[in-house]
């Protein structure tokens, strides 16, 4: 598998069709990709989630063996 830059910066707009994210990475590059209020929605559902379960992760103690 290729290297996978890192994301470096970020926006959020909105525009007659829902919003636009923009994404740069480390080596410059950039992309743009419209999205429904839906997906967005839907996005912040997993990014949520994701985010309580490392939480979930942290407060259990990891087994010593």
């Not at 290297?3 to 080596?27: H, K, M, R, V, W």
């Amino acid at each position: 598998m290729a290297d996978i830059p890192a994301l470096t910066q970020f926006s959020l707009s909105e525009n007659e069709d829902g919003y636009l994210l923009q994404l740069e990475a480390a080596d410059g590059q950039a992309m743009t990709v419209s999205a429904t209020p839906e997906q967005l929605d839907a996005i912040i559902d997993a990014l949520v989630a994701l985010l309580e379960d490392d939480e979930e992760d942290a407060d259990t103690p990891l087994p010593i063996t």
